[in-house]
């Protein structure tokens, strides 16, 4: 079973930034690309971002596209999403889950608690 707790969310002005991090087990950041999602109230979960198990490869929706980073740190078994220029509409619940590329958005587990980003405009 894919594990993986997400935290780093909170409340930002907008045009402010925040980091994510997602912490997963060692078996699942070893064997799955990893993605960040999102879901804003009142509307599907988006795919945001995906990196694969080596790091080297990376896909952005185009809607973060420029202002969001996703990383990984393989010693830790943490992915991270940095997020610049946020706005308003990047308000919503973050989750990461395994997926099977990096722009492939298929969540392979069950879904966590995600974090909260709050943007105030």
């Known amino acids: 079973q894919v594990q993986r707790v997400e935290s780093g969310g909170g409340l930002v002005q907008a045009g402010g930034s925040l980091r994510l991090s997602c912490a997963a087990s060692?078996?699942?950041?070893?064997?799955?690309?990893m993605g960040w999602f999102r879901q804003a109230a009142g509307k599907e979960r988006e795919f945001v971002a995906g990196i694969s198990w080596s790091g080297l490869s990376t896909y952005y929706a185009d809607s973060v596209k420029g202002r969001f980073t996703i990383s990984s740190d393989n010693a830790k078994n943490t992915i991270y999403l940095g997020m610049n220029g946020l706005k308003p509409e990047d308000t919503a619940v973050y989750y990461c889950?395994?997926?099977?590329?990096?722009?492939?958005?298929?969540?392979?587990?069950?879904w966590g608690q995600g974090t909260l980003v709050t943007v105030s405009s």
């Open positions: 889950n395994a997926v099977p590329r990096v722009d492939i958005p298929q969540a392979l587990g069950a």
């Open positions: 060692r078996r699942t950041f070893s064997s799955y690309a």
